[in-house]
């Protein structure tokens, strides 16, 4: 990956193992396992649906997440960090948080050299909509600050095609915010030859 590409929280030590979906969260008011409710556990696609989308063939899943990873860019100006930053993107109101990150190798073409793909789902449910949507209003202000930084390291070119989504993207990797009910939900995607488009239909089927 370039310097401008997203050091993702989960790419830069991939452990691979299967996950399923009848996985456990961590709940901030509990910081005791408990079983996901459907607002969180249908949100996210399963590997084979992922797969599909991205047309990519043997994704294998890391381990689920259920905090927010902090993996700063360094160098980077502080209000360019949340699409690097998951506790950035989600702030510290959330009250449920599940994270999947599926991969793969995959070959651009003949006398290439392979590269890792992956596709990353985070959705935070919060306390009632109010609360979802002023976080996702933090990033989106966060982003707009980068924006007027006009640090060409730091261009993600920022598209906002209605009041609930932030798409974004710099060299091979993309990434999207949407806001829905009392849900924010990020997915980005690398090392595709179309990441947004990816990102663009995961969010879609996800959040639609």
Known sequence: ?????????CCAAFVLSGCGHGTTIITKAS????????AVNALILGIDEVGRIAGVEGLTAAPSKHEPSHFPKPGAPEPCQPPYQDDL???TGWT???????AASTSPGPGQASMMADILQAVAVYKDADAARA?????DASLKACAALQDANYDYAVHRPDGTTLDGSTGSAAFSYRVKATAVV???ALG???????????QQHITD
């Open 1 to 9: 990956m370039s310097g401008k590409s997203f050091g993702i929280s």
């Open 31 to 38: 910081a005791t396992p408990s079983r996901s409710p459907v």
């Open 89 to 91: 993107s989600f702030g």
């Open 96 to 102: 449920q948080y599940r994270s999947e990150a599926y």
């Open 135 to 139: 976080q996702f209003d933090r990033v």
């Open 186 to 188: 990020k997915v980005t």
């Open 192 to 202: 595709l030859p179309d990441p947004e488009r990816v990102t663009s239909e995961v």
